[in-house]
């Protein structure tokens, strides 16, 4: 007999689903771990389980069984399981690539913050990847492969205009 191991199911449904629906779920699955997200029209969600199986389709089996059980009628739409020192291992990894600001540039490229700011003008320059209130923020990989082949002239930068 296969000895059963700890999964990570994550469900995705179309239904109709607000946020008490969304805590009644979570509550009738609690002994799961159950987390449960709603879609921002409330037209559907994601729910997150912790399930004990000896194979990742008998994880999802279980995880679709208990929410036909408790939301009858929702619609799957995406499905995955992962086992659960892989999903731990997934969560500790960050969501967004590296990346920096105008002074981060500014040491990495060896110029004044003032210069740093120019940059963006440079038509080679990689475009921001997040806009904040702050200012834009920019792929630390993607600024350092331009540092290392951008064309370095002599002399005092163009005016700006």
Same mark, same amino acid.
């Given at each position: 007999?296969?000895? %059963?191991? !700890?999964?990570?199911?994550?469900?995705?449904?179309?239904?109709?689903?607000?946020?008490?629906?969304?805590?009644?779920?979570? !509550?009738?699955?609690? &002994?799961?771990?159950?987390?449960?997200?709603?879609?921002? @029209?409330?037209?559907?969600?994601?729910?997150?389980?912790?399930?004990?199986?000896?194979?990742?389709?008998?994880?999802?089996?279980?995880?679709?069984?208990?929410? !036909?059980?408790?939301?009858?009628?929702?619609?799957?739409?995406?499905?995955?399981? $992962?086992?659960?020192?892989?999903?731990?291992? $997934?969560? &500790?990894?960050?969501?967004?690539?590296?990346?920096? @600001?105008?002074?981060?540039?500014?040491?990495?490229?060896?110029?004044?913050?003032?210069?740093?700011?120019?940059?963006?003008?440079?038509?080679?320059?990689?475009?921001?990847?997040?806009?904040?209130?702050?200012?834009?923020?920019?792929?630390?990989?993607?600024? $350092? %492969?331009?540092?290392?082949? &951008?064309?370095?002239?002599?002399? &005092?930068?163009?005016?700006?205009?």
């Amino acid at each position: 007999m296969t000895r %059963a191991r !700890e999964w990570q199911v994550s469900l995705d449904f179309k239904a109709r689903l607000d946020e008490d629906a969304a805590f009644d779920l979570m !509550e009738a699955l609690g &002994r799961y771990g159950a987390s449960v997200a709603v879609d921002p @029209g409330h037209t559907g969600g994601g729910l997150t389980l912790a399930v004990d199986a000896p194979d990742g389709e008998t994880a999802l089996d279980k995880a679709l069984t208990l929410l !036909e059980k408790n939301m009858p009628g929702a619609t799957v739409t995406g499905l995955e399981a $992962r086992e659960w020192a892989d999903a731990v291992a $997934r969560n &500790r990894e960050p969501l967004y690539p590296p990346v920096v @600001g105008y002074a981060e540039i500014a040491r990495m490229t060896g110029v004044t913050r003032q210069r740093a700011y120019a940059f963006p003008r440079i038509e080679s320059f990689p475009k921001p990847v997040i806009e904040t209130s702050q200012g834009p923020l920019y792929s630390e990989d993607a600024v $350092r %492969a331009w540092a290392q082949t &951008r064309e370095l002239r002599p002399g &005092r930068p163009k005016a700006m205009e």
